[in-house]
């Protein structure tokens, strides 16, 4: 299986700050990826740079073959390219209604909105009770709901999640995992940064670590790892 | 009696003026995150480019539409022009402040140069006086202050009930949220200043259908859309709307019992006052976005 996205020596970054090295990795070879290591490595970085939220200084970004390096993040979309941000912070003062309608903004989602909507009110019968309500007064869980189901109305080919279960309670958390996991099993592949392990090795297949805006160590299918040898590569040996 | 109606209706006349004006200031505010200046030079603008196409012959009900519409062009270019190529730098709100009072300088002293000194005035909406509650009063203050909800009205539909309103409300709460739902978030920003620039087109027209028009007609009235900003809080459009009304009423009523030399005393004392108690604006809440 070809890889739908591969990033080919990225370099990125802020101003005169450079974040990512040179950085290259593949998704969806293998199934779902996840990326993990240590806070201010890159992670956000890379996955701001996939999405055309940052213009990358170098290097290519292939999505399904077509490089949408220094593309705008509206092009990205468009081409079925969803990243859910960290943080749920998302449109505070819209109804989840309005969110899901933002979500099928572009012209390629929105012919599948009903259908779409459909899903996600199975995917999170919560949101429905709370169809009316605004965003800002949801629960921190919710608020992820509604930004997953938001990604969901855009009608991705490939969903990006930034650290989606940061701050949520262990119970929340198992219940989104299996949230994701359904997601992927329609037929969305997933790459997930995440800081929860855990999360990561039940949901994806393939794991890369980040460090220093590279990758330093790779886990394919079948390397399979135990806790402590994560550990032990996040704080090094 | 006689004084009451005139109060509320002096206030109603203005309120609609000023509602006009400070609805253009919150869209851009809560849109972009800048406060334009060069807002009372649209106004005067909108106003000139009427004048002018009466002035070629052109009947007032065909001028006034094509200058509203030519004034959403002249939002969009300056947005353009002295506000997008600022967006991400720092300190980006005092800088747009001396970009569009620079530009708002610029354009005042152009039509100073093309239209000349000399006081002009567009045909009224409607000819004619009548007497209401023993207040004589022109039907083209009445018209003014009909429209003027109708409009605001549209507005608010606009921005709740359409998809690209929808999308405005949006990109004012969280841009980078904006783009990754694919918002065009540029064009964006410039239809937030295209509908400003035709609101305030359109005070101008209002206002040069009953008043003589000067280059700088605009500098009062957005002098007191910022008062009503101010006391409105800026936060969202229903606040200024509420708030323009009220400062409406009470700039009759000063007027009325203290006479139009305290009027201007009185006003910026509201707005100390508020800016002492509650900067934020009395109709504010916490957040940023159009509702």
Not at chain 1, 66 to 87: E, K, N, T
Not at chain 1, 128 to 153: H, N, Y
Not at chain 1, 155 to 172: N, S, V
Not at chain 2, 7 to 14: P, R, S, T
Request: aromatic letters at 8%; a neutral charge; proline letters at 5%.
């Amino acid at each position: 299986m070809n890889p739908i996205l591969s990033v080919e020596g990225v370099t990125a970054g802020y101003g005169r700050v450079t974040v990512l090295h040179d950085i290259s990795l593949e998704a969806g070879r293998f199934g779902n990826v996840g990326l993990f290591g240590p806070n201010g490595h890159g992670k956000t970085t890379l996955l701001r740079a996939i999405s055309g939220l940052l213009q990358p200084k170098s290097g290519r970004i292939l999505f399904d073959g077509q490089d949408i390096a220094g593309h705008s993040a509206r092009a990205i979309v468009g081409a079925g390219l969803i990243h859910v941000p960290q943080g749920n912070r998302l449109f505070p003062d819209l109804s989840i209604a309005d969110c899901m309608a933002l979500g099928a903004y572009s012209p390629r989602a929105r012919p599948h909105e009903a259908e779409n909507r459909e899903k996600v009110i199975k995917l999170f019968p919560k949101l429905a009770e709370r169809w009316r309500q605004r965003v800002r007064t949801l629960s921190g869980g919710e608020r992820q709901m509604v930004s997953i189901g938001t990604a969901l109305m855009s009608h991705p080919r490939l969903l990006i999640l930034d650290e989606p279960t940061l701050g949520l309670a262990p119970k929340i958390k198992d219940e989104l995992c299996a949230s994701v996991m359904d997601i992927s099993r329609g037929g969305v592949p997933l790459i997930v940064v995440e800081q929860d392990i855990e999360f990561l090795l039940e949901l994806t297949q393939q794991l890369y670590l980040v460090n220093h805006g590279a990758v330093a160590t790779e886990i394919k299918p079948g390397e399979s790892l135990d806790h402590g040898e994560i550990m032990s590569m996040y704080f090094g040996h | 009696m006689s004084a009451l109606a005139e109060i509320l209706f002096g206030g109603l006349f203005q309120g609609s003026l000023y509602a006009m004006m400070a609805v253009g200031l919150a869209l851009v505010w809560t849109t972009i995150g800048v406060f334009n200046f060069s807002h009372g030079v649209f106004m005067m603008l909108g106003a000139y480019i009427a004048w002018q196409l009466v002035e070629l012959g052109l009947p007032a009900a065909v001028a006034f539409p094509i200058a509203v519409v030519v004034m959403a062009g002249v939002g969009w270019i300056l947005q353009a022009s002295v506000v997008r190529p600022l967006i991400g730098r720092p300190n980006i709100v005092l800088v747009v402040v001396i970009t569009t009072l620079a530009a708002g300088s610029l354009i005042e002293n152009g039509a100073l140069t093309v239209w000349g000194p000399r006081s002009k005035q567009i045909p009224a909406l409607i000819a004619g006086n009548t007497t209401i509650g023993g207040v004589g009063v022109s039907l083209h203050q009445i018209a003014i202050i009909v429209i003027t909800p109708l409009i605001l009205a549209a507005l608010w539909m606009f921005l709740n009930r359409t998809r690209l309103g929808l999308a405005l409300r949006a990109v004012a709460q969280n841009e980078d949220a904006g783009h990754l739902v694919g918002l065009n978030v540029t064009a964006l920003y410039g239809l937030a200043f295209a509908i400003a620039a035709s609101l305030a087109g359109l005070a101008g027209i209002f206002m040069g259908g009953y008043r003589f028009m000067s280059p700088v007609m605009g500098s009062d009235p957005l002098l007191k859309a910022l008062i009503v900003v101010v006391f409105g809080g800026i936060s969202s459009i229903s606040g200024p709307i509420f708030a323009a009304y009220l400062i409406g009423f009470f700039e009759a009523a000063c007027s009325y019992y203290f006479g139009l030399y305290w009027t201007p005393a009185l006003l910026f004392g509201v707005l100390i006052l508020t800016l002492m108690v509650r900067p934020e604006g009395i109709f504010a809440s916490r957040s940023r976005g159009l509702a």
